[in-house]
């Protein structure tokens, strides 16, 4: 009897081991967020990048007034973007995605790609926006809003510039059609973005909540056409 109730036993387990889902999206999350911790050099190079770029804008221009400060910070998130998310694909081989391609599917590939880049983007926002306030100074009535919109802004592109990449990755120009490409994307995103910050600045009054509602649905929106699009990318 207690031999039939460990054969049993046994038989449940291995049934579980089957059933249980194994998480590729977490997996490959792991796989690029290991590969990150490993490879401190393109994340050092995209800091050093950064701080010299604003020490720059120091020296040139001291502290700026609010409306030149708030361009110059989203033009310098669109070019933290491309440098820090945009390379996601370009460094992944052809023999390396054939090997991803027989693991798993494509919608777990791009959404754990999508998520990797949403919190690296989020963590050099919160890094270049704590340099724009100790070099250019805080022209901001609200400090805590513009945090979250900032934070919000770098999701945002790290979600555009995801998606071009999966897309000019398979292509040889991949610079230039990235360029082509993101021009009529990003042009109104940096326009909407700028348009809700102008609330930190105290430029509007009210409104916030709407706007962040409006710019999580043009970021769902690129997830759901990543999501449908990318697949036959994948296939290619």
Excluded: H
């Amino acid at each position: 009897m207690w031999r039939a109730f460990a054969f049993n036993i046994l038989a449940l387990r291995q049934n579980f081991k089957t059933i249980r889902p194994s998480l590729p999206i977490l997996t490959l999350f792991k796989k690029d967020l290991l590969l990150e911790v490993r490879q401190q050099y393109t994340f050092y190079g995209v800091l050093l990048y950064v701080a010299s770029t604003i020490f720059v804008l120091y020296l040139a221009m001291g502290q700026p007034e609010a409306p030149v400060w708030k361009g110059l910070f989203w033009m310098m998130q669109l070019f933290i973007c491309v440098n820090a998310v945009a390379k996601s694909f370009l460094q992944e081989g052809r023999e390396r995605l054939l090997y991803f391609y027989t693991i798993a599917g494509a919608r777990d590939f791009i959404l754990s790609k999508l998520l990797f880049n949403a919190l690296l983007m989020l963590v050099m926002s919160l890094l270049s926006l704590g340099l724009f306030l100790l070099m250019l100074g805080d022209p901001t009535t609200g400090a805590l809003s513009f945090v979250l919109i900032s934070v919000l802004g770098g999701i945002s592109l790290s979600l555009v510039f995801t998606f071009l990449a999966a897309i000019a990755a398979r292509a040889q120009q991949s610079a230039a059609l990235m360029a082509i490409m993101g021009f009529p994307l990003v042009i109104p995103q940096l326009l909407l973005l700028n348009k809700v910050s102008s609330i930190a600045f105290g430029e509007l009054q009210g409104g916030l909540g709407g706007m962040i509602v409006l710019l999580s649905g043009l970021d769902a929106m690129i997830i759901v056409l990543t999501i449908i699009l990318f697949p036959f990318l994948w296939k290619d």
